[in-house]
């Protein structure tokens, strides 16, 4: 059972990143906005360079947005040097705003603007100085602060990490909030699914710190005597254990054919039995049912991964950090065709590696994809040096690891395990009888997150 928990945990982490971005199975085509930015950017990742997301939400602004930056000068290292790229990112939101975002800098060095950062309700926090020569460290107090005003909302981020990796997810997020401040996810339910209240307790604290502005809600179809209601943001379907009927997927089809977004976290397998040696059997969800008339099957198989994360397992009464092939660990790729994720795609902007654990492979079929009427990616290929077992059986983890070097030798073909559609898709039942909500063609969503 921890085991399994570990795993929904996991998973859930990385829903709470989907649903910052807002990245669905069905999303809004991003629109390339014509560059005037010029800076070069030579870091590994374009740590420094804003994203095709963050260029769209500032488009999108219909009202002067005010950011000020509250800053003790002269930090100590390595956060010296935190001033001069914030400043260099500001600088791009100001480029990319539309004349409309404005950025003003408080350098906190004497009373009158230590005041006046205590008067917009920014607090000092504590850095460790460390001085190498004298072989001590102590504790310096600093102003990490900035503010947003936009319209009649205001926001703070009362202390910015040093390294501002990561910052722009931040304040994109501030930003969408004060945008779009009513912004609710569904979560598919009804069929023993992954939902907040069900596996991921921490997701409502993750969403108020990071200042998302989102809010969740329950989604139940009824054995499809339901509508998927029009005023939620996407729909998250999460590791469903039981069989979606075909009127509840004729539902969600129809809120695909109405500009709606989706987002299926599911493998083609379920686990059950110990948690070191669970039974894999073949999942019963039938969302084939929805995804291989676009192009995509969502097979019945497990993926064991030499590249993967460790965790720790109890062995004999000994607990001790292991790697658990079970859960691949996937890098950013390299190469359009290679393994990895995509780190230039919304879903995984940017991040060094995922772990999906307990993932299933996924069949493309080119031809499909094309007809779907959207633009397809495959965003997530596992390493070389896995393998795919199928069927039912055991995943025991004391009889892999020690046969492994042998089992993950030779490099194979890497395993498709994430894609997404983009745009317009066309109904997955259009070659049936119509449910109620269905349509020919999905029209492209207008409201983007």
Partial sequence: MERRQQARVQSGAFVAIMIASMVFVNLLAVKVLRAHWFRKDLTARQLYTLSQGTTRVLGSLTDSLSITVYWTPDQPAPA????????????QYVAFGNGRVEVRYVRTDNDDRNGEASRANCTKRALQVVDS???????????????????TKTERMDFVPPGIEGLEYSVTSIIKKMRDPERTIGFLTGHDEVTPENGMPYLSRFITEEHLGYTTRTVDLRAGAEDVPNDIKGLIIMQPQRAITEPELRRINGYLMRGGAVAIFAAGITQSGRDINPTIA??????????????????????LDAQASPSLQEIEGQRLQLPMPIYPMVGARREDDGPGIDASHPAFFR?????VPFVSTLTVDAAKTRESGARFSILGRTSPRSVVQSGTFEADLEQILPRARTMFANERTPS??????????????????????????????????
């Fill in 80 to 91: 010296n040097d935190d001033e001069r790229l914030i400043r260099e990112q500001m600088d």
């Fill in 133 to 151: 020569r004298a072989g001590d460290a102590r504790m310096q107090e600093v102003y990490r602060c900035i503010t947003f005003s936009y319209g």
């Fill in 282 to 303: 073949r999942a019963e969800h039938g969302l084939n049912t929805l995804l291989t008339p676009y192009g995509v099957t969502l097979n019945a198989d497990l993926v």
């Fill in 351 to 355: 991040l060094p590696y995922v772990n």
């Fill in 416 to 449: 498709v395990v994430a894609v997404a559609w983009e745009g317009q898709l066309r109904s997955a039942f259009s070659g049936s009888a119509p449910a109620q909500a269905d349509g020919g063609v999905a029209p492209a969503a207008n409201n983007p997150p």
